[in-house]
């Protein structure tokens, strides 16, 4: 994930061909871009399996996919969060 | 099913573990999956003082929707005494295929948008349902997929109430099939309500 801060004193053009080029990056299917989401604008996504990845650590049948990282969830305050997830 | 389940839950404490290594990229990946309708943000924080998220999509369990209509859970969440007492109405889509996440994205929008309805206590996320309110208004949305059907029941427990919620929760399947799926979702409502076009918010009255 990128973020794209760009400082104060650089001018309000540098923001737009920045933003431009991050549109045309994300309608050619190269980056996943937010600038329709209030917070988000300023974010990307460079790959977008980290965000598929990422989700589904927490969306997925239980019962079927784990991950290593299941053991130290499932222990968390004796379980509880565990079970009421 | 006589009592309610808490599951679907999900907190900040948790999350934490699952998303091993993504402590700096935490707040946009939630302000993401808000975005999306994977989660809300429950106002109650649990007892150590974390944020919690309702996850709709977590409860995977089949129910029969007729036993759940006429569960105890359901009964006494709207304090009526039998079905004869439910107002109904019914959000049938006209496709063969709607898809599943539709549902938990209308249920996480109600959610987010009603918040404050949830300050004293959790939305609950049952097998085929969920019991929900705006205000003290308490109402509950079934969930029926059997075969090619999909139907979103809301049930009141008096008209003056389903009067109130409806016009609430067309909006919401409105607003995700405009902001999600490009409007091309088509559902249609039936059942009695007060001078209430679906028209309006961009559906069909059957």
């Not at chain 2, 389940?5 to 993504?22: A, F, H, N, S």
């Not at chain 2, 999956?33 to 998220?53: C, E, K, Y």
């Not at chain 2, 549902?103 to 019991?131: A, H, Q």
Request: some cysteine.
């Amino acid at each position: 994930m990128l973020s794209y801060d760009i400082d104060d004193d650089d001018t309000v053009s540098s923001r737009k061909r920045a933003l431009v080029f991050v549109q045309f990056c994300t309608q050619i299917g190269a980056v996943f871009s937010f600038d329709s989401i209030p917070g988000l604008q300023d974010y990307c996504i460079l790959h977008r399996q980290w965000l598929l990845d990422t989700i589904t650590y927490v969306v997925r049948d239980f019962k079927l996919h784990r991950f290593c990282r299941d053991c130290n969830a499932m222990n968390l305050n004796n379980g509880k969060s565990w079970t009421a997830l | 099913m006589d009592g309610p389940l808490t599951r679907g839950i999900l907190d900040l404490q948790l999350l934490r573990k699952l998303w091993l290594g993504e402590n700096t990229n935490i707040d946009f990946l939630v302000n993401l999956m808000v975005h999306i309708g994977v989660v809300a943000i429950l106002p109650i924080a649990d007892s150590n003082g974390f944020q919690r998220f309702l996850v709709p999509a977590m409860i995977t369990e089949q129910m029969n929707v007729g036993d759940f209509s006429e569960s105890k859970v359901l009964l006494k969440y709207l304090n009526i005494t039998s079905v004869d007492g439910e107002y109904r109405i019914s959000f049938r889509f006209d496709q063969d295929f709607t898809p599943a996440a539709y549902y938990n994205r209308v249920v996480t929008r109600l959610v987010t948008v009603w918040r404050e309805s949830y300050t004293e206590k959790d939305p609950t996320i049952l097998p085929n349902g969920c019991l929900l309110s705006i205000g003290h208004v308490r109402y509950v949305l079934i969930l029926n997929t059997k075969g090619d059907t999909f139907i979103i029941d809301v049930l009141t427990s008096t008209k003056d109430h389903n009067d109130v919620i409806i016009p609430h929760v067309s909006k919401a399947m409105t607003d995700i099939n405009n902001e999600m799926y490009r409007g091309n979702l088509h559902f249609g409502h039936s059942g009695q309500t007060k001078s209430f076009d679906l028209e309006q918010v961009g559906g069909t009255n059957h």
